[in-house]
C-alpha cells in the first residue's frame, strides 16, 4: 500500500509542478484555515515584489535582500522558472516591481540560474538578478540567513516565527502567509534526503513563486529561502490539515550555490555583463561559478 502511493506520488508530482510554475489556473495548497493576509505597513516587507517579464503573463514574487551591510542593495532573488518560458526559453526583458507596484517598475540587468530547467529540478530552483539601478530608499532590503534544516525544524519546534510572502495568480495585492514554516521531512517525501530545500506548510497558491521564507528573530525578519514548488500528488482544500497523504511545499535554502551566487554578484556585481540589455547566465553546477561568465 505505501509503495503504491510513493509510486503514485511520483508519476503525478511532475504535471503538478508544471502546473503550478507555469499556469495561472492551478489551485491553491491550504493546509488548515487559510492564514494568508495582506501585508501591512508594520510588516516591513517592503523589499518584497513581482517579476515581470515579456511574452509572459506569470508574475512571480522576488525579494531585494541586503548585501555587504548595505542599505541600497540592487540584488534580488526569486526561483529560476520566474526567468523561463515553458520551454525553458530566457524571457527578456524583465522587471522589478517593488511591493507590485509598476510606477516603481526597475529593470533587470542579468540573472544568475540555479538550473535551466527547473520541472523536476526544483531543488536548484534559485535565481540570483541584478537590478539596472538601486530602488528608492522607502524599499527597505532584507537580510539573508542560512540555517539548516535541523536547525530550522528545531526553531519551529520552540515556538520561532516563520511567515512567507507572495501574491495570488498573476494579478493582486502582496500578501503574508503566517502561522506556517519548515516541516520535518517524512519517509514518503519526495526529496527526503535532499538537503537543498525545505518542505513547508506555508498557504500559497500561484503567483507565490520565489517568495520569500522568512524567520522572525529579535524583532526582525531574515530570508532562509525562496518559496520554489507545491510538490504534492494531492492537491488540498482550504481547511484540510496537512497529513502524510502530502507532500509538503517547498523552498529552495539559501546556502550552497545559491549563496555562492549571492556573495559572488555582491562583490563584483558586474562579473558577468557583456554588454547592453539583459543577459542570462545558467550555473550548472558542481562547476564553481567563477568560472561561469553570461
Not at 112 to 124: F, K, Q, R
Not at 172 to 186: A, E, F, H, L, Y
Not at 199 to 212: E, F, K, Q, R, T
Not at 259 to 280: K, Y
Request: aromatic share 6%; glycine share 8%.
Amino acid at each position: 500500500m505505501a509503495s503504491d502511493r510513493t509510486a503514485t506520488l511520483f508519476m503525478r508530482t511532475g504535471a503538478l509542478l508544471a502546473c503550478l510554475a507555469l499556469t495561472p489556473s492551478a489551485s491553491a495548497n491550504i493546509f488548515g484555515p487559510d492564514d494568508r493576509r495582506l501585508i501591512a505597513t508594520d510588516d516591513n516587507l517592503s523589499a518584497v515584489g513581482l517579476i515581470v517579464c515579456d511574452d509572459t503573463t506569470r508574475r512571480p514574487t522576488a525579494t531585494l535582500i541586503k548585501t555587504n551591510g548595505s542599505g541600497d542593495s540592487q540584488i534580488i532573488i526569486s526561483v529560476a522558472h520566474a526567468f523561463l518560458s515553458r520551454q525553458n526559453k530566457p524571457l527578456a526583458p524583465c522587471a522589478f516591481w517593488p511591493q507590485g507596484r509598476p510606477q516603481d517598475a526597475t529593470p533587470i540587468a542579468f540573472t544568475l540560474l540555479g538550473t535551466g530547467e527547473p520541472i523536476g529540478n526544483w531543488n536548484d530552483d534559485w535565481a540570483v538578478a541584478l537590478l539596472a539601478r538601486p530602488l528608492p530608499a522607502r524599499y527597505q532590503a532584507l537580510e539573508t540567513l542560512t540555517l539548516s534544516g535541523t536547525d530550522a525544524n528545531e526553531a519551529r519546534a520552540s515556538g520561532a516565527r516563520f511567515s512567507l510572502a507572495g501574491h495570488n495568480g498573476e494579478s493582486g495585492p502582496m500578501m503574508v502567509s503566517t502561522d506556517c514554516g519548515p516541516m520535518r521531512k517524512i519517509n514518503a517525501d519526495i526529496n527526503r534526503f535532499d538537503e537543498r530545500a525545505y518542505n513547508h506548510d506555508c498557504d500559497m497558491m500561484p503567483g507565490w513563486s520565489g517568495g520569500p521564507l522568512m524567520l522572525e528573530r529579535d524583532g526582525k525578519r531574515y530570508v532562509i529561502a525562496v518559496n520554489a514548488t507545491e510538490l504534492n500528488a494531492l492537491v488540498t482544500r482550504a481547511g484540510e490539515t496537512y497529513d502524510g497523504a502530502y507532500n509538503a511545499n517547498t523552498a529552495v535554502r539559501i546556502d550552497g550555490a545559491f549563496l555562492d551566487a549571492i556573495t559572488r554578484l555582491a562583490r563584483d556585481p558586474h562579473f558577468a555583463r557583456t554588454g547592453p540589455g539583459p543577459a542570462t547566465c545558467r550555473i550548472h553546477m558542481p562547476a564553481p561559478i567563477e568560472s561561469r561568465r553570461c
